[in-house]
Structures are given as structure tokens and as C-alpha cells.
């Protein structure tokens, strides 16, 4: 592992940052982290809400088990935060706290 | 279809057990093809930064990283001689037994579809089949969850995903961390945060260290493990990381910041022998970001079990696959080593992967007395560390169980008193719990609990109906439609 | 030991169930016996249908209509409690060919009285707005229905309690207790079991009980796959099929064949089926059958190729040789009864087929003549062999002895 930083708002330090975009919002994040970290590290702590309760979820099983962490990357939907990289250019959009209504039009 | 690749042994999973089993196998003269879900080698246990960011980690936070440098300078050796085709970034959704043509060695086949979305990887990975005449299967495991009030809030996260995270990135995902479950692996996360700079409030043990007199003639035949324990307490001694035996989070505590629900705090209590909370040892912890769980492993068993092997209940509780001194299953020609044929620890792994590899590829196996070592060290720990009995007692009828679907306790008593749904796989029918996107991965084993009763364990009957998985990963309808129809 | 009631039934599916249900609500005493738990057989592994579409003109449409008004009657007040959905079902036609069939299966459906409106190009478009574009045109049955049925077993077993009858779970059936020819209850590991009426609704392995009782049903086993997606926001708004299912469903071939049959469910995930495969108690999953389901689904709804499948599964629907259900008393048994062989209606039927059983069960004259559904029809023989008399209508099934190997419980569920 190389030199962890401390906590978590500082940039890893390394030598560039990687330009991304959140619900449309800039962000520069560190190379090299997956998308669930550079959001971590941003304080965005959930990103998706459940089909029912509408509960916000982000990181759990951190090891693309359990799938809370889905967001839509670069227009494919239902990607692992944990596991993606995240590369220059990313658009990534979460289902939080905009979420859509889910009541199903054919369950009259 | 996509291409199809031919070896003579395939190998899945390049964590401690697999790629020791690569190593092994293309060593004893096979060709070998190693597939796994990660983007580069070491799985969960020796995850680290991306070798594209950080082209030579030096292992800090890792145990066994020699180990790991030592496979790995083997694994690259193999892949230079052409031994050893290595493909990752793919994750297996079905394994098939070929239908014999000849009179035997019909071997196996293996589907794969890309981890990650092809765009999002920025590679030109594409899913492939893998026909192999021998398969060794080390998926390895994740953290065994069990549900509480409040565990669906942001910020709470396995244990073993901290450490995945802090591994992975090299940051921390919060400030101030309280981790909580049973069993040893609890001690190298709070190590984890600490030397990265977290502060961990406390490490809530349910289990007690008396428990461990009865083991400690176990313990004794593995001394590294004792060594490692105190460089636990070292780090602990350091950081002034309380260690509280005999004690639970109660509940997650959560407040809405900036709009959002999130993690604040644990309410913490003493527990019993049994794991009943005891009436005024209440606590609370207060400004936690980050609350880690685990209750021991669960060996990704769907695989393995999609060809029908025989299966034991280990002392863990968990299902897992029985295998002969060779790691043999009882599908001849099908191999297990890793978290699959018992939990207990990467050293095992390894040399259950090598004997592994090396039966698969046509090798003599000398049974090792260091893994039978470590094998009871094992279960001396599962011993000393059991899900407490008590445990349905914490949760209220509000209370989550299965994430994915949002079904609560209360739903599931209700189905098991008035619908008689008395395990996992009925529970799963009759109200979705398991039905989700994580197929019951995480919350397999408490409905399992919940269906048996409170304080009855879950049988292996309950215990494989739920860890049966048809699609061991999700896989694109068109990629279902795009196989070939005289493709097996 | 001897337990007695007046009514023994096997197997704790959605027939059993509905068996139950309306003998204890008839004031029968009643004993329900399962080898497994509720709803652990076909009951577990289908799509919950109560289709009208689909239906062969005559006694099996007669039947799914008067199965029907139960559910929508005796039953209404308990949909709640199976998700019951009046969801519409849609017959989609892609070759200007396949229009004209459908056109002419409506005429003849709306003789006799069926409830199917035709859909032009606009009108299936506007009822689902993600349909292939090759799409012709289509027709649409507001009778269709759909229901969760596991919950329906499950909660039919409940309430069947509730009215006085008895459940146990893991008793399985080793035997026939015999008085002269006569069936007098069965014997089991927790226990001899005597009834006046015993019941077998025990569906795919229902030909392989009647053989403990030496008499011959040929209720044989079709395999069939569904894939299940993620789940999405509703994109698939009612049981959407292809025209040529209609043809496969009361098929004879033995190959593998699929037409899509595409639904989206309460919870998110949309349903694609379905293959029908004569291949026996086989469970190896079949990578061309999952192809073929993709392909067939894609083509009715291409924005399916970009989903992802999180699971599938399979059931073996029980079917007999001339493709109706056995329903009523066994002459060539005295005592013992059937509600077995619904092959792929089994959900929507159950109701009715319950409901008639029962009225038959204390002597009342059926709402509907039960004959066509007669266990006699399959000979006077009493034998263990399946019979192959009905092979006049379609040919024998090369696979007749298949059924010898059920195991306990299907493997995956809905």
C-alpha cells in the first residue's frame, strides 16, 4: 500500500487529479480511487435510494457483494461505486435525492 | 459467442488461495488460465492500490505481504512463459459440467461477463468462456453480516469493506470509526484505521477472551498467530483503541445531515454469555461516522454449489464444500481451496490453493501437517467466537433485514408463525427477503436464523437453498442473447 | 396411530391449497399433508398467471372463466394478500401472417365471450411505449391477471386452518391404506393418516402417487425457464406475449421452444419466459434455452438487450398427454381423488378446480360438469405404467417413464 493520507478530505498525493462529474457537478478526485472512495472523500456519503423506502444508501460491503452502492457511470446503469475506477471525463450520477417514482403503472 | 479459451486447468479467484493454486499448477506443467472479478491479483486479502497509480506497493498494512510478493513474482513468471493466461475484470456467472462426448475428462465450462461496465473500465474487455478440464474454484468470502436497528444507514459498512476501502485508496471513508461483530479479523480493520490515521472509539467484541482458554493448545500449534496478535495489541497499546469484550451495538444511531440520513453514533451494551444485553450497561458513542460490522465469514458458496457437491456445516456455522487431502470435491476433476472448504485465514489459503493447483494439474499432494495446524486453529477460533444465541433479541420488528428488498424482522417472524415459512428459501418465496440484487449474500444467513428461530442454528438444507445462486453474477440480456445456440 | 378426517389432501401447492381452502369452508374436516413446506413444488417456480388469452376453446376455457369469477368472487376479499393484479395481458403480432391468426383466434374468442380488443399499431404503442417497432399490431385481454403464488398456497393453507383444517409440513406419503380396492387414508413416517376422501394434488408427482395406489395418471413434467432482470422503474406495464405462444402451449414437440412472454412485476424486476421442454426432471440449466429466452425477449422489447438478468428459474409444469387436468374421483380407486396435471394454468385454475372439488367432495353437483377432466379417461388399467390411451389426440410422449425421479424441491424460485 503507498503512504495513506490522513483523514479523508486531503488529496492522495499524487501528482495529478482525475476530473469527474457527480449529478453534474465538478469534482477533482484522485487517481486511481474507485468511484465509491472519490465520493467518500468528498463527504457524499450515499448516492442511491431504495425502490420502497426511499432510504439512502452508499458504501457497504465495499467489495461488490451486497450492490447498495449502484450508480449509473458514464450512462451504464446499476455499476458498483466500489468497483469502478474512476478516469478522466466520468459522468457519474447517483439516484439521490432525486428519486423516481417507482410505483409500477401496470400494478393498478 | 465470444472467444472461447481452452486450458487445461482454470482457475477462479486470485486471492491467496487462487493464485497460489495458479502458481502451483502451471509450476506442475499445465497450462493454466486464472480468471478473476478484480482489475489486478491479491483479491480481498492483499488488495491494494492500483499498480497503474502505485506500480510498487510496499505492503504496508498487510499481513503475508511476502507471501503475496513471493506468488506473485511466480505468477508473473508463469504469465511470461506463456504458462499462465490471465484474465481479470471478469466475473463468472455460470459454471457448467461439459456433457461427456467421450468416455471421460468432459471438463468444465465457465461464462464470464465483464465486472464493470465495458465503458466504465475504459478497457476492451469482453466476456469470454473458459472450457477447462479441471477447475479449482477459490471465490473466497465476505463478511458475514447480522441485521440491527439502524445498520441500513450510510456510514455502516463489513468490517472487511473498510479494509477493502482503506487498501484499495489509500484514504479512509471517515473520521471516527466504532467496530463491532466477533472474531479476530475485528482487531487488523481497527489496525487499519489507525495507522491510517482514523480514530477508532472502540472495537466491540460480543465474545469474551476466557473464551479462548479452552483453545489455547490450538493456538499454540500456529505461534505466528500469537505474534500477531501482539502486534494488535502494540497498535491498540498505540492508538489507545479500547477493546470491549462481551459487548454489542445495540443500535445505529442516525441524524439527517445536509438533507441526508446518515450515521451520528451507536448505542453499545454488555451482553451475556448468550448475547442477551444486560439491563444498565447501556452506553452511547457519540460523532461516529463510520460503524464496521462482522460476524465472522460466508464462503461464496454458489458456485460450488451449482454443481452439487457435497457440503458440511463448519464450525463457523457456515456451509461449506467437503474435499479429500487433494481439495478434491466430490465432483471428481473440481477442486475447492480457500474460504469454500472452511474459513480460516490466508496462510491456509495458500496452501490449500498450492495443494490445490497441483492435484488439478496431475501433481503428487503431500498432505501438510502446517494446514492441518491451521485448520484447528481455526476452528478453535470459531469456537471462541460464535454468533451469539441471543441475537434475534436485538432486533425490533422495524427492524431491516434484507437490505435489497427492505424486508424487516417483523415481516419475517409474521411469514414464519402464520405461513410456516421455516427457512431461507421459503422466507425468500413468500416475502422477498433474499430476493434482491445481492441474492441473499448478505442477508442469507440471519433470515436463515430467523426462519429456523430464535436460538435453533440454520440447517444446511436452509443454508444451500439460499446460497444457490442460477446467475452467480448479473449478466446482460443481450449478452445471454448473443451465445451461440449450439454453444453448450 | 390413525388420524382420521374426512378429508386427507397431498401436497400443499396452490391446488391443494384451494382444495383445502373450500372442504374445510364446506365443512369437511380436513388434514393437509406436504413431503415439504407450502408451496415448494411448481407452485414455487412459475409466473403466477391466471390467463384467459391463452386458453383452448372448450372444456379448458370453461374452466379458467369459472376459475375466474372465484377469484374474482369467493376469493376478492383476499387479493390483497397474493398481490392479485388485474393487469391485462397483450398478444403481440410481428409478421403481418402471425396478425392474421390473431385476428381470427379474437373472432373466435369473442364468440365465445371473451373479453379481447384489438390493438393497432398506435394503440400498442400507447399501452406499452417500449415495444419493438416491428411490432404489427395486437390484441388485448383485460381478464388477465397475475398473482404471487407462493403467497396464494401459503395463505389458502392459512385460512383453510383458520376454518378448522389441520397442515403438516415434511410428512410425505410411503403409501396407501387399502380396505378391499378402496382407499382409506395413507401411511407416512409420522404415522398412518385415514380419511374418506383422499386428494392428490400433488402435481408433477402426481402420476408417480397414483402409481402407489396402482392406478395410472400420466401427468408428465415440461420444463420451463424464466429469466428475471434487475429491477427497473416500470418499463412493461402488462403480460406481454408473443402470438406464437398460443401454439406452444398446448404443443406436443418435445424439442426446446420459447416465445416471448415479457411482464414487469410489483417489485421492479421484469419476468421473461418461458421455454416448455420435455427433458424430464432435468435441472441442468440449459444455456440455449437462457439464449433463446434473451433473443425471443429483446426482439418483443429491445431496450431489454442493455438490462441485466439477476437470476433465473425453472419449473416442471405438470401436464397430461391431451393437455387438460385430472379433476374428480378415480373410479379404478374408490376413495382416492385427483387435482393434478394444470400444466401452465395451474395458478389460475387452482381456484376453481378447489371450489368444484369440494362441491364434489360432499356430494353436491359440481358448478361445472367435471367429466371432461375424469381420471378414468386414462383407461380402466390399474397399473403402474403411464398410459398412452390418449395418444389419439397427440402423440405419445417418448419420455413417459421421465417422471420416475422427482426430487423434493425445486431449486430456484420466483
Known amino acids: ?108 | 459467442m465470444k472467444p472461447i479459451v481452452s486450458t487445461d486447468v482454470a482457475v477462479l479467484g486470485a486471492g491467496p488461495a487462487g493464485l497460489a493454486a495458479a502458481v502451483s499448477a502451471a509450476e506442475t506443467g499445465a497450462a493454466v488460465v486464472l480468471v478473476d472479478a478484480g482489475a489486478q491479483p491479491g483479491g480481498q486479502f492483499w488488495r491494494h492500490r492500483p499498480e497503474t497509480v502505485v506500480p510498487e506497493p510496499d505492503g504496508r498494512g498487510h499481513h503475508g505481504w511476502k507471501s503475496y510478493l513471493d506468488l506473485r513474482a511466480r505468477f508473473d513468471a508463469a504469465r511470461h512463459q506463456g504458462l499462465i493466461t490471465y484474465l481479470p475484470g471478469l466475473q463468472v456467472w455460470m459454471a457448467q459440467q461439459n456433457q461427456p462426448t467421450q468416455a471421460d475428462d468432459a471438463g468444465f465450462t465457465l461464462r464470464t461477463t465483464p465486472t464493470v461496465a465495458v465503458a466504465a473500465s475504459g478497457a476492451g474487455v469482453g466476456a469470454q468462456a473458459i472450457v477447462a478440464r479441471r477447475l479449482v474454484l477459490c471465490p473466497g468470502g465476505y463478511d458475514r453480516q447480522l441485521p440491527v436497528p439502524g445498520w441500513d444507514l450510510p456510514g455502516v459498512m463489513a468490517a472487511g469493506g473498510i479494509q477493502a476501502f482503506i487498501k484499495a485508496n489509500g484514504i479512509l471513508p471517515g473520521k471516527r470509526f466504532v467496530i463491532a461483530g466477533t472474531g479476530p479479523f475485528l482487531l487488523p480493520v481497527a489496525a487499519n484505521i489507525a495507522e491510517a490515521g482514523g480514530k477508532v472509539l472502540a472495537v466491540l467484541e460480543s465474545s469474551s477472551p476466557t473464551a479462548w482458554l479452552p483453545h489455547l493448545r490450538a493456538a499454540a500449534g500456529v505461534p505466528e498467530k500469537a505474534l500477531e496478535g501482539a502486534q494488535y495489541a502494540a497498535v491498540f497499546a498505540r492508538h489507545r483503541i479500547p477493546y470491549r469484550t462481551r459487548s454489542i451495538v445495540t443500535e445505529v444511531l442516525g441524524s439527517r445531515i445536509l438533507g441526508m440520513d446518515r450515521v451520528s453514533g451507536v448505542r453499545t451494551a454488555k451482553v451475556d454469555v448468550e448475547g442477551s444485553a444486560r439491563p444498565g450497561t447501556e452506553r452511547i458513542y457519540e460523532d461516529v461516522d463510520v460503524v464496521g460490522f462482522g460476524w465472522g465469514f460466508t464462503p461464496q458458496m454458489e458456485l460450488p454449489l451449482s454443481f452439487g457437491i457435497e457440503t458440511r456445516i463448519d464450525a463457523d456455522g457456515s456451509l461449506v464444500g467437503v474435499v479429500d487431502e487433494r481439495q478434491e470435491s466430490s465432483v471428481p476433476g473440481l477442486y475447492l481451496a480457500g474460504e469454500v472448504t472452511g474459513v480460516g485465514g490466508a496462510t491456509l489459503a495458500v496452501l490449500e490453493g498450492t495443494a490445490a493447483g497441483t492435484a488439478a494439474a496431475g501433481g503428487a499432494v503431500v498432505p501438510e501437517k502446517t494446514a492441518a495446524r491451521h485448520r484447528r486453529f481455526a476452528e478453535a477460533m470459531h469456537g471462541a467466537h460464535p454468533v451469539p444465541a441471543a441475537w434475534q433479541d436485538w432486533l425490533s420488528p422495524e427492524t431491516t433485514v434484507c437490505r435489497c428488498e427492505e424486508v424487516t424482522a417483523g415481516q419475517i417472524m409474521e411469514a414464519r408463525e402464520s405461513l410456516g415459512a421455516h427457512d431461507a428459501r421459503t422466507l425468500k418465496s413468500f416475502i422477498r427477503a433474499g430476493m434482491g440484487w445481492c441474492q441473499s449474500r448478505v442477508c442469507g444467513f440471519a433470515s436463515a436464523c430467523l426462519g429456523a428461530g430464535p436460538g435453533v442454528s440454520p440447517t444446511a438444507e436452509s443454508l444451500s437453498g439460499i446460497a444457490k445462486r442460477p446467475l452467480a453474477a448479473p449478466v446482460g440480456i443481450g449478452e445471454l442473447a448473443a451465445l451461440d445456440a449450439d454453444d453448450h | 396411530m390413525n388420524q382420521g378426517s374426512d378429508v386427507l389432501v397431498i401436497g400443499a401447492g396452490v391446488i391443494g391449497a384451494a382444495t383445502a381452502y373450500f372442504a374445510a369452508r364446506q365443512g369437511l374436516s380436513v388434514t393437509v399433508i406436504d413431503k415439504g413446506l407450502p408451496a415448494s413444488g411448481t407452485s414455487s417456480a412459475c409466473e403466477g398467471n391466471i390467463l384467459v388469452s391463452d386458453k383452448e376453446l372448450g372444456p379448458e376455457l370453461e374452466l379458467t372463466r369459472y376459475s375466474l369469477g372465484v377469484w374474482h368472487g369467493d376469493l376478492g376479499d383476499h387479493k390483497r394478500l397474493w398481490e392479485f393484479e388485474s393487469k391485462g395481458g397483450i398478444i403481440v403480432a410481428s409478421r403481418e401472417s402471425s396478425l392474421a391468426s390473431l385476428n381470427r383466434v379474437m373472432a373466435v374468442q369473442t364468440g365465445y365471450g371473451v373479453a379481447v380488443e384489438e390493438l393497432d399499431q398506435d394503440a400498442l404503442r400507447e399501452a406499452e411505449p417500449h415495444i419493438s417497432h416491428e411490432a404489427l399490431g395486437g390484441a388485448s385481454y383485460s381478464e388477465d391477471c397475475q398473482v404471487q403464488p407462493m403467497l396464494v398456497a401459503a395463505h389458502l393453507v392459512r385460512l383453510a386452518t383458520e376454518a378448522g383444517a389441520r397442515f403438516l409440513a415434511d410428512t410425505p406419503v410411503t403409501g396407501f391404506l387399502r380396505s378391499s380396492n378402496r382407499v382409506t387414508g395413507v401411511k407416512t413416517p409420522r404415522g398412518d393418516f385415514s380419511a374418506d376422501a383422499v386428494v392428490n394434488c400433488t402435481g408433477t408427482w402426481a402420476g408417480e402417487l397414483a402409481a402407489l395406489a396402482g392406478v395410472s395418471v400420466p401427468v408428465l413434467p415440461r420444463r420451463g425457464f424464466v429469466v428475471v432482470t434487475e429491477p427497473l422503474p416500470p418499463m412493461v406495464h402488462h403480460k406481454v406475449y408473443a402470438a406464437e405462444y398460443i401454439d406452444n402451449v398446448g404443443s406436443s414437440d418435445g424439442g426446446l421452444q420459447a416465445s416471448p412472454v415479457v411482464e414487469g412485476t410489483p417489485s421492479g424486476t421484469i419476468l421473461i419466459g418461458s421455454t416448455r421442454e420435455r427433458v424430464g426432471f432435468d435441472r441442468t440449466v440449459s444455456t440455449n434455452a437462457l439464449s433463446l429466452l434473451a433473443r425471443n425477449a429483446t426482439a418483443l422489447f429491445p431496450f431489454l438487450e442493455h438490462v441485466k438478468a439477476i437470476r433465473h428459474y425453472h419449473g416442471f409444469r405438470p401436464y397430461c398427454p391431451d393437455h387438460l387436468p385430472v379433476i374428480g374421483h378415480d373410479e379404478r380407486a374408490p376413495g382416492l381423488w385427483h387435482a393434478a396435471g394444470h400444466e401452465g394454468a395451474g395458478i389460475g385454475l387452482s381456484a376453481g378446480t378447489g371450489k368444484l372439488l369440494a362441491q364434489a367432495l360432499v356430494g353436491q353437483a359440481p358448478d361445472l360438469d367435471l367429466s371432461p377432466f375424469a381420471p378414468a379417461r386414462f383407461g380402466e388399467l390399474s397399473t403402474g405404467e403411464p398410459a398412452r390411451h390418449s395418444s389419439s389426440h397427440h402423440p405419445a410422449s417418448p419420455q413417459s417413464a421421465e417422471h420416475q425421479s422427482a426430487e423434493p424441491r425445486e431449486e430456484a424460485s420466483a
Open chain 1, 1 to 108: 500500500m503507498s503512504t495513506p493520507t490522513r483523514g479523508t478530505a486531503e488529496a492522495t498525493p499524487s501528482a495529478a487529479v482525475v476530473r469527474v462529474s457527480f449529478d453534474g457537478r465538478p469534482l477533482e478526485v484522485a487517481p486511481g480511487q474507485s468511484v465509491g472512495a472519490a465520493l467518500t472523500a468528498q463527504s457524499i456519503t450515499a448516492w442511491r435510494a431504495t425502490r420502497k423506502g426511499e432510504r439512502p444508501r452508499g458504501l457497504f460491503c465495499g467489495i461488490g457483494v451486497c450492490f447498495d452502492c449502484l450508480l449509473t457511470v458514464d450512462g451504464a446503469a446499476n455499476q458498483r461505486a466500489c468497483l469502478v475506477e474512476v478516469r478522466e471525463g466520468m459522468e457519474i450520477e447517483g439516484s439521490c435525492p432525486e428519486v423516481p417514482s417507482e410505483e409500477p403503472g401496470g400494478r393498478a
